[in-house]
């Protein structure tokens, strides 16, 4: 793989550009027998075995069995009836027996039938913009995850590096106290030092396992089934200014999904209307009279009468609703932008201390420590001021992990409130 090779990635889209196998602070969670996992690999598992997305799929069936539901006409009635039964005198027994076949059916006035298919088709619209958007954090959480495991992933270099830094040292002394240059003492303090990186590996290395679990069950495994997960934290995408991502608010699916639910309610006040008008019930049958055996046809109309309109309460509520949605939409709208302008700053802020890391502070400390590490074998340095220059080189270099893995989070919770790249160009995946 080329060393210049930069993939563009982006899951909702998460545009973490990624350096593979370049220069720089690169992940190898060690797995040497499967490939290496990159972002957008993860992103296209996670959409066809993410357990959270499988279990919601049903939504929509359950939607469209509503819709199905709601335009079902009501079945007609055949009911039997008998008069004039166990009487007394001439009603006596069966004398005077008259049996009644009657055939009836509810028609519904109102287009209730279609306004309750409205409602549901209104319904299923919102269920699709639900998905979409428990699709966008689904997608938000493996970016998360996998950043995660990357940076868990340095920070176990890091902590190698320092270790095998520490052994070198304790090399180094070793030899000085077999020249008689320094005391034994010293040659504790080293191996004291080593001990301790030694710790610091072993918390990262379970550290970094316990991250690859947790992506791999975002990802729909039981057990991590990927190999190296792999990408440069330091490499950091261009950002557009505040202003230019909060006017991107208003195409988010947050944002669009209250569109849909204000016509949901709209749907909703006019079933709430079409039923005001009372449905009425046709019936038509025969009559047999036991004493002429003679048979006659019967019909009826029940009209219930609009003494009070038993829907009042349900037209109040339904435009209510509205005019809460639209209250709701407005704070919604100022949240958003609250939101955003604060995880822009720290995005900001991520940036500028990692850069500053980068550019001026880890070279000065790595001079440091290369000077210091000359000196002590010169005898022009003590040991505690190489083991202070090898702390504070790994310390630097893990605020870098941590400055570099933050802005890429910020980045990822940015794109999860647009609903889209940054840059705004990639189409939503």
Do not use: C
Not at 58 to 67: G, K, N, S
Not at 204 to 225: K, N, T, V, Y
Not at 308 to 326: K, T, V, Y
Not at 397 to 411: C, M, T, W
């Amino acid at each position: 793989m080329s060393d210049n090779k930069y993939i563009s990635i982006r899951s909702i889209g998460v545009s973490i550009t990624l350096l593979i196998g370049g220069p720089g602070m690169t992940s190898y969670a060690e797995t040497p027998s499967n490939d290496p996992l990159t972002l957008s690999q993860a992103v296209a598992t996670a959409l066809l075995k993410s357990p959270s997305l499988q279990s919601y799929a049903f939504e929509p069936r359950i939607a469209e069995a509503r819709i199905l539901q709601s335009g079902i006409r009501p079945n007609p009635e055949l009911s039997i009836g008998v008069e004039n039964i166990l009487g007394t005198g001439e009603f006596s027994g069966i004398k005077g027996l008259e049996t009644t076949l009657q055939l009836s059916r509810v028609i519904e006035l109102g287009g209730s039938r279609s306004s309750r298919v409205e409602v549901a088709q209104r319904e299923r619209n919102l269920v699709d913009a639900d998905y979409e958007i428990k699709r966008l954090e689904v997608l938000s959480e493996v970016a998360r995850r996998f950043t995660e495991t990357v940076a868990g992933g340095e920070r176990r270099s890091a902590a190698r590096r320092a270790r095998e830094s520490a052994e070198r040292t304790v090399e180094a002394v070793r030899k000085r106290v077999e020249a008689a240059v320094v005391s034994p003492i010293e040659l504790n303090k080293a191996r004291t030092a080593l001990a301790l990186q030694k710790i610091k590996e072993e918390h990262a290395e379970h550290e970094l396992a316990s991250r690859r679990q947790s992506l791999a069950a975002i990802l729909g495994s039981l057990d991590p089934q990927f190999g190296p997960v792999v990408a440069n934290l330091l490499v950091l995408p261009a950002m557009g200014d505040f202003e230019t991502l909060a006017a991107r608010l208003e195409r988010s699916p947050t944002l669009a999904r209250f569109s849909l639910e204000e016509r949901w309610r709209e749907a909703q006040e006019s079933l709430a209307l079409s039923l005001r008008r009372s449905n009425i019930r046709l019936s038509a049958g025969l009559r047999r009279v036991e004493t002429s055996d003679d048979f006659g046809f019967v019909a009826g109309v029940a009209i219930p009468l609009s003494v009070r309109n038993q829907q009042e309460g349900n037209i109040r509520e339904a435009r209510e609703r509205r005019d809460q949605l639209a209250a709701t939409v407005e704070a919604m709208r100022f949240e958003l932008r609250a939101t955003l302008f604060e995880v822009y700053q720290e995005m900001n802020h991520a940036r500028t201390a990692s850069d500053i890391l980068k550019r001026e502070i880890i070279p000065e400390a790595e001079e440091t420590l290369a000077l210091t590490d000359e000196g002590y074998r010169a005898g022009r340095f003590s040991l505690l001021e190489l083991l202070d220059a090898q702390k504070s080189l790994a310390e630097l270099q893990e605020q870098s992990v941590a400055n570099a893995a933050a802005f890429h989070l910020y980045v990822i919770e940015i794109e999860r409130l647009l609903g889209a790249s940054v840059d705004g160009d990639a189409p939503r995946s």
